[in-house]
């Protein structure tokens, strides 16, 4: 579970981040929400740190951003791995011993 402590740790300090920035605490939320994964959350903690964003919008554009390269990996990823069953069916054959 320590994955899953982590992970709310950070939620938690986006969304003080973001709220020390001026904007709603729910705003916050919602982007830890979208964000959902631990490497995503710290992305977007570095973003707010060193971009310093002038709007919500900015912000809202990163999530989107980092969002989308998150399933853009998931969906190599998932590829990858269905290639090298296929692969595997290819070079093995069918296991049908019955």
């Known amino acids: 579970m320590a994955g899953k402590d982590q992970r709310e740790r950070l939620a938690e300090e986006l969304v003080n981040q973001i709220a ?3 904007y709603p605490r729910s705003f ?5 929400v979208q964000l959902g994964t ?15 964003p002038n ?4 912000i809202a554009d990163e999530m989107l951003a980092i969002c989308s390269d998150r399933d853009r990996w998931r ?8 290639n090298a069953a296929y692969n595997k069916l290819i070079r ?6 019955d």
Not at 43 to 52: A, E, G, K, N, P
Not at 55 to 58: K, V
Not at 75 to 82: D, F, I, N, Q, S
């Open 92 to 97: 093995d054959g069918l296991d049908t011993d």
């Open 28 to 32: 916050g939320q919602l982007i830890a």
């Open 38 to 52: 631990e490497s995503t959350l710290l992305r977007m903690l570095h973003y707010l740190s060193s971009v310093q």
């Open 20 to 22: 020390e920035m001026g």
């Open 75 to 82: 969906k190599k990823k998932e590829a990858e791995y269905y």
């Open 55 to 58: 709007s919500a919008e900015e």
